[in-house]
Each structure stands twice: as structure tokens, then as C-alpha cells.
């Protein structure tokens, strides 16, 4: 059985901050590549951050220098720190992950989380 639970969202005022956790269970976490996606009220779902197996980042360019996503292994969880937070970021924010064959390029299948309600108020 694969789960990944998702916490942290909610109501913040523009301009504060929020972190969203995502622990992962029933998968290989450390072959996973994890990234965050959104979709805002109207509109499709969109890659928001990814890391990868080594650590290496990416960000839409709307939330670069303001959100930062992170792993640790050992505790099974990808987060996504989010600052300076604008009523464009309004979304529900899921967890992805990638699963991949060992340490090769193989890819396997993506896991998804529930969602989270992220909400900016102005």
C-alpha cells in the first residue's frame, strides 16, 4: 500500500509563510524523485518544485526564491517551504512521487497525494 499524507496548508495572510510536509510510505523513498505540483481554483495542475535522487532542484519560475522543497531519506518526507506567499499561490498543492528503477533511469509509476488547500488571503 502507497500513501503519501500530506499537512501543513491553510489560511495565510500575502506575504507569510507556510511549509508542507508529505511523508511517504510503500515506496523505495530515496530512488523516488518527489516534486509538488498546484492547481489553482479554474485552472490545470502545474509543476510547482521537484527534487531529484541526488538532491537537485527545480522551481516554476513564479516560485522561485520563495519556495524552497527539500527531502529526508530518513524520514521518508519531501517539504515545501513556502515564503513571501501571494494570492496567485491560491491552489491545492499535491505531492508527486516518481519511482524509478534502482539507481537507473528506468521509471516505474507516479504516486499522488490527497492535496492540501493552500489559501492567500490579501
Known amino acids: 500500500q502507497v500513501q503519501l499524507v500530506e499537512s501543513g496548508g491553510g489560511l495565510v495572510q500575502a506575504g507569510g509563510s507556510l511549509r508542507l510536509s508529505c511523508a511517504a510510505s510503500?515506496?523505495?523513498?530515496?530512488?523516488?524523485?518527489m516534486a509538488w505540483y498546484r492547481q489553482p481554483p479554474t485552472k490545470q495542475r502545474e509543476l510547482v518544485a521537484t527534487?531529484?535522487?541526488?538532491?537537485?532542484?527545480n522551481y516554476v519560475d513564479s516560485a522561485k526564491d520563495r519556495f524552497t522543497i527539500s527531502r529526508d531519506n530518513a524520514k521518508n518526507t519531501v517539504y515545501l517551504q513556502m515564503n513571501s506567499l501571494k494570492p496567485e499561490d491560491t491552489a491545492v498543492y499535491y505531492c508527486?512521487?516518481?519511482?524509478?528503477?534502482?539507481?537507473?533511469?528506468?521509471?516505474?509509476?507516479?504516486?499522488w497525494g490527497q492535496g492540501t488547500q493552500v489559501t492567500v488571503s490579501s
Open positions: 527534487i531529484s535522487r541526488g538532491g537537485s532542484t
Open positions: 508527486n512521487a516518481q519511482t524509478y528503477l534502482g539507481d537507473s533511469n528506468l521509471k516505474l509509476r507516479d504516486y
Open positions: 510503500g515506496i523505495i523513498f530515496s530512488r523516488s524523485v
